[in-house]
């Protein structure tokens, strides 16, 4: 591994999460790293490979794969078991056995990760860009590129500004929305937004109103055409259906919350509102992937504003600290 950093499910899973309750783990799964050894049968990598790690792979032969509509391979599936694909680890420490977040632990000097999980990128391209793009902002550009398919002229409301929202933000700047309405609690994040391309910023604690009666209120009354629920906050699922159209709008979610079930807001389903799940943005690892960190490479996204802390491995318990400061989007682990 080169680098790794922070995403908001890795604090997840310290929290106890539903979805990993296997102990003791090994946390990360964004990050970059050089390929040291292969295996006998691995031939689209080789030993000197920047490569980034994923948690979801793409066999491009069976029914999701081929069939446009997802991104979920039945193949390589999301591993939720804390275990490999052939439900081994790789990882011991004293003689037990260690488990995995998904497919991979990055915050590591270094691992074994099955093949079908990786990306080859260029070698040119920032390591911390690189880990960026592994998970949080990939997951929100493809909840606005591939899974709300935002078309262009139209409205789109983010709810939470973090790696994850900023990156829906720049994918619906890229898809040419013309009002994104970018919403937060933290007035640092204003700057940071617009940086992606927000044009609007709503913070709803300085107001008595609801966040979805604010949006409404940018909009002439009607609301978006999309939103993006990014922070994982029960209410806010309903918020953000609340605030698109009645009859049109349509909402992404992506935010892993701390609980299985969430409430939502019934009447806001039932008036013609879509709501829609997404891993990892709707992205392919072989398909799209590529095309992002082609994007990085030539600086079409200001990642550079992402990158506010930085520590060494040793080090992980400050990077939690820093999180808690109103002016940190990613903590880059140095391994």
Request: charged share 20%.
């Amino acid at each position: 591994m080169l680098c790794s950093s922070i995403c908001h499910t890795d604090i997840s899973m310290i929290q106890g999460s539903p979805l990993f309750q296997f102990y003791p783990l090994v946390l990360g799964h964004e990050g970059v790293g050089v390929v040291e050894t292969v295996g006998d049968e691995v031939k689209s990598v080789k030993e000197g490979d920047m490569v980034i790690p994923t948690y979801v792979g793409e066999c491009q032969e069976c029914e999701n794969c081929i069939s446009g509509k997802s991104n979920l391979c039945l193949t390589y599936p999301v591993m939720l078991t804390g275990l490999m694909p052939d439900n081994t680890s790789r990882m011991s420490c004293k003689g037990q056995r260690l488990y995995l977040p998904s497919t991979c632990a990055t915050w590591s000097e270094y691992t074994v990760i099955d093949v079908n999980y990786l990306v080859k990128v260029d070698p040119s391209m920032n390591p911390a860009h690189a880990s960026f793009i592994s998970c949080g902002f990939s997951t929100g550009y493809g909840a606005a590129w591939k899974e709300a398919r935002v078309e262009k002229g139209s409205s789109v409301a983010v709810f939470g500004l973090g790696a994850v929202g900023l990156g829906a933000i720049s994918g619906a700047k890229m898809l040419g929305a013309t009002k994104i309405i970018g919403i937060d609690t933290n007035e640092m994040k204003r700057e940071k937004g617009e940086a992606f391309g927000m044009t609007h910023f709503i913070n709803p604690s300085s107001s008595d109103k609801s966040p979805s009666e604010l949006v409404k209120e940018l909009n002439g009354g009607m609301g978006v055409d999309y939103s993006f629920e990014c922070t994982g906050v029960g209410p806010l699922l309903t918020e953000a259906l609340e605030a698109t159209k009645v009859g049109l709008g349509k909402t992404i979610t992506v935010g892993i919350r701390a609980e299985n079930f969430v409430p939502v807001g019934l009447l806001s389903i039932l008036f013609g509102r879509t709501l829609k799940g997404s891993i990892f943005g709707g992205l392919k690892i072989t398909s799209d992937l590529p095309i992002i960190a082609d994007k990085c490479i030539k600086q079409e996204f200001p990642l550079q504003e992402l990158f506010t802390h930085e520590v060494q491995l040793t080090d992980i318990e400050q990077a939690f600290e820093l999180l808690k400061q109103p002016n940190c989007v990613k903590v880059v682990i140095k391994i």
